[in-house]
């Protein structure tokens, strides 16, 4: 198939690649020149495991780039894959994507063959009656042949291509047979090697479908931070605990790991705006904000162990991890900058490494110094805070001997309890 993807941010350039990886000819368009470039380099604007691979694979070949909407009405099928930042309440800003479905609908307008206009970008089921179907009709000027679509995306920033090509499942929302096959075709040669569920409903249930997934792994992560934060209170290892409560089947041992709480683009952003369009609703949704007021405390509590052990003032503090989590360089919503704030707050010189997110870091906090290596960042530190679960990070030992005082405030349970360290976890 010739699928056009618009958009190439995270989402968008993982999934073009992807599709190129499948066998489909892809046209991914963005409106960023050095975006269009990258790609048509085959070059990876993002950091993410076996990207890059496909993209040097496929560019120019089955992957071309463009800033232009050309190849929409010779496509079989447009995904739209356009950022939604956060409004100062939590809702989320559609202005961009619905500009991005006007002109998509535009370049329609001529069609005479079917077209299924795919949204790919998570936004809240009224928006795609009340917002994004009108837009594009309104672009495509009531062009009968031109149909709307919902697929989201369950894509784990570090392990995005292999969730692509290994899902647990596919969810399609359409209002006919008919798209529901043309997206059956789209992911049909995942099939062959493979064996997903595929949920087959209406776009608004398929977008419900997605805050529902993550709504309910961040409340799953904020209740077992809670009990583990009970769990420190009385002097246990909420690991050993959490452990045993993961053979009960209706529970599993998926998100059990406490810790330093949840970041990136996903869970923050979605429960937000889940949050606000219940309230808007006039739902007050008590539990979900229950989990965003838990997980917010995480990091207080990491200062707090620190300070039991460390005056701040003038102390030289080492940040481990800066990436919201390992294996991309995402800072969005990462745990290390609510430390890194209160650190510099209380006046804790902040010394931080992290393997690759450090330059995108350093535009948030210039006057942090960064360090090539994690040993570079604990020589003579007064403190080391782990805050991302890098697996470089388990394998320091003696590095922490080079420090002024070998203090440890693990967050990610990443550093083992040795002698001549103090070592704290934050829930064990």
Request: aromatic share 6%; with cysteine; glycine share 6%.
């Amino acid at each position: 198939m010739h699928i056009t993807v618009i958009g190439s941010g995270y989402v968008g350039t993982t999934i073009a690649a992807c599709f190129a990886e499948l066998g489909h000819d892809v046209t991914a368009i963005d409106i960023d020149e050095e975006i269009v470039a990258a790609l048509n380099d085959g070059r990876a604007p993002i950091s993410e495991p076996g990207l890059e691979e496909f993209l040097e694979a496929h560019a120019g070949e089955r992957l071309t780039a463009t800033t232009s909407y050309d190849a929409v009405p010779e496509s079989d099928i447009t995904f739209l894959a356009i950022g939604t930042p956060s409004n100062a309440d939590g809702s989320i800003d559609l202005t961009a994507l619905e500009a991005a479905a006007e002109a998509t609908g535009e370049s329609l307008a001529e069609k005479t063959e079917s077209h299924l206009v795919v949204i790919k970008s998570t936004v809240p089921p009224p928006s795609i009656t009340y917002v994004l179907e009108p837009a594009v009709h309104r672009g495509a000027n009531e062009n009968e042949h031109i149909e709307i679509g919902m697929n989201p995306e369950f894509l784990r920033e570090g392990s995005a291509v292999s969730d692509f090509l290994h899902p647990d499942k596919i969810v399609y929302g359409t209002h006919s047979d008919w798209a529901t096959e043309m997206l059956h075709a789209v992911f049909e040669p995942l099939f062959d090697d493979h064996d997903a569920h595929v949920v087959e409903t209406d776009p608004q249930t398929a977008s419900m479908t997605k805050y529902a997934n993550n709504a309910f792994l961040a409340s799953k992560i904020s209740l077992v931070n809670d009990l583990g934060n009970i769990c420190k209170e009385f002097d246990l290892d909420a690991y050993e605990v959490m452990e045993a409560i993961g053979l009960d089947d209706r529970i599993s041992e998926q998100f059990l790991r406490s810790g330093v709480g949840w970041g990136g683009s996903c869970f923050p952003k979605d429960v937000d705006a889940i949050i606000a369009a219940a309230r808007e609703e006039g739902y007050d949704p008590a539990l979900l904000e229950a989990a965003v007021e838990i997980n917010d405390r995480q990091p207080e509590r990491l200062l707090d162990l620190l300070t039991d052990h460390v005056s701040l003032g003038d102390a030289r503090i080492a940040v481990l991890g800066l990436a919201f989590k390992s294996d991309t360089d995402d800072i969005r919503n990462s745990r290390a900058i609510p430390v890194i704030d209160a650190l510099q707050a209380r006046g804790a010189d902040v010394i931080a490494y992290d393997p690759v997110a450090a330059e995108e870091m350093a535009e948030r906090f210039p006057n942090v110094d960064y360090t090539r290596t994690a040993a570079d960042a604990l020589r003579d530190a007064d403190s080391a805070l782990v805050v991302t679960d890098w697996a470089e990070f388990s394998d320091l030992d003696e590095e922490f001997d080079a420090m002024a005082t070998p203090v440890v405030i693990d967050g990610r349970r990443c550093i083992e309890r040795r002698d001549g360290i103090v070592y704290e976890g934050l829930t064990w």
